[in-house]
């Protein structure tokens, strides 16, 4: 399974991207605005923090014609840019139009397996599937995805199944159970997959025995 940072902060990137373990970011009109810095500046410093990761940036018009145009211009910018595009009907459109012309997309905002299907048909690289957003308000998000890879795999479409708005380490688990292509997540949850509490006590255990007994290395 594929990891994505969901951020639009340059300093999270870096730092997850020196770990060689994540292979693209999702960025989101909200995350881009919480940076502080321009949409192009912002995306073009993640993909060179990135090298040949797949960056998701989004379009904000919502009418065809102007999310053409918008979708022109962020994947003009660089090869690695994936167009995220909200399952919205003109959106859709879009997708089958990118998809016909060799522009990779990411389909946003997917909550059950009937939207992710319009988005295999369109022709989405990456169909992102949110969960956190649904267990917010009592439901199981993972199921969608569960009934999604289902459907990616018995009718052969390409796509890729994202799992999105992820809120902890639980999501990843399920998310590779699911089979999911790929899972997005904060950095605090990237960085909560490293932790067990044996993995700090054994590791203290090793360098308090080793030191008491005075040996180095070389
Ligand atoms: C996905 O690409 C979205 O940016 C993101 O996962 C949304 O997460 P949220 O529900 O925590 O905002």
Known sequence: MKL????????EVREAAAWGVIDGVTTNPT???????????TVLAI????????????????????????ALEIASWHPQIVVKVPLIEPGVRLVNTLTERGIRTNVTLVF??????LAAKAGATYISNFVGRV???SGDGMEAVRETVAMVEEY????EVLVASVRHPKHVVDALAAGAHVSTMPLSVLRQL????????????FLDDWNAAGLTIG
């Open 112 to 117: 059950t397996v009937t939207q992710a299907l």
């Open 47 to 70: 993909c060179e923090a990135v090298p040949g990761g797949a960056i998701s940036a989004e379009v904000v018009a919502t009418e065809y014609d102007a999310m053409l145009k918008e």
């Open 31 to 41: 995350l881009i605005a919480k940076s502080g810095r321009g949409f192009k500046e």
């Open 156 to 159: 052969g479409f390409e796509s």
């Open 4 to 11: 994505f940072l969901d951020t639009g902060d340059l300093a």
């Open 194 to 205: 490293f932790k067990h509490p044996l993995t700090d006590s054994g590791l203290k255990r």
């Open 135 to 137: 267990d917010d308000v």
